[in-house]
T-cell receptor, first 114, second 111 residues
Framework: DAGVTQSPTHLIKTRGQQVTLRCSPK?????VSWYQQALGQGPQFIFQ???????QRGNFPDRFSGHQFPNYSSELNVNALLLGDSALYLC?????????????FGSGTRLTVV | RKEVEQDPGPFNVPEGATVAFNCTYS??????FFWYRQDCRKEPKLLMS???SGNEDGRFTAQLNRASQYISLLIRDSKLSDSATYLC????????????FGDGTTLTVKP
């Protein structure tokens, strides 16, 4: 049973560039949430996708956008990268109609902006 | 004030010790509660859900006090492998919407 798959695992970008991160949810899961985790902090909610629509959004600027595809996989796009965007980006999948349960996380994409 | 607050620690305990972590949350309408474990430079992994009546999973016991908006995690007979950061997580809805994470409490279990 495949877990959550994220790609790439590491990425180095230059300030001002754009980046796309990808996520395939756990088999059977239909909801994808994206989180940003800076060093020494807990994961911060970026947004959640369900049925190909953004269901909820955290306090992140419009430079952060996403998409969910019919196969439930998802992309996170960040435009005009800032040094402060350097972080671990985590994708979490869950089942919307399932019992009260938590997330399954991917191993993350470590983004460094230089 | 943060939505979910935890004592960052670190907690340094000997093997076999009992250790307790606390967490408070600000939104009284929150419905779902969890503890996650995160090893260094790894992804968080669900440790256990927290139910109103309290629940136990082996050496781990979680408690919820809705009146005080307080969650706890007790680890008995600590093992070296318990060394990690423990994240308290709160969700407004039962199944949908964002989960809010605390910044975590770091535990180091020493021989």
């Amino acid at each position: 049973d495949a877990g959550v798959t994220q790609s790439p695992t590491h990425l180095i970008k230059t300030r001002g560039q754009q980046v796309t991160l990808r996520c395939s949810p756990k088999s059977g899961h239909d909801t994808v949430s994206w989180y940003q985790q800076a060093l020494g902090q807990g994961p911060q909610f970026i947004f959640q996708y369900y049925e190909e629509e953004e269901r909820q959004r955290g306090n992140f600027p419009d430079r952060f956008s996403g998409h969910q595809f019919p196969n439930y996989s998802s992309e996170l796009n960040v435009n005009a990268l800032l040094l402060g965007d350097s972080a671990l980006y985590l994708c979490a999948s869950s089942l919307a109609a399932g019992p009260r349960g938590g997330y399954t996380f991917g191993s993350g994409t470590r983004l460094t902006v230089v | 004030r943060k939505e979910v607050e935890q004592d960052p620690g670190p907690f340094n305990v000997p093997e076999g010790a009992t250790v307790a972590f606390n967490c408070t949350y600000s939104n009284s309408a929150s419905q779902s509660f969890f503890w996650y474990r995160q090893d260094c430079r790894k992804e968080p992994k669900l440790l256990m859900s927290v139910y109103s009546s309290g629940n136990e999973d082996g050496r781990f016991t979680a408690q919820l006090n809705r009146a005080s908006q307080y969650i706890s995690l007790l680890i008995r007979d600590s093992k070296l492998s318990d060394s990690a950061t423990y994240l308290c997580v709160v969700r407004l809805n039962t199944n949908a919407g964002k989960s809010t994470f605390g910044d975590g409490t770091t535990l180091t279990v020493k021989p």
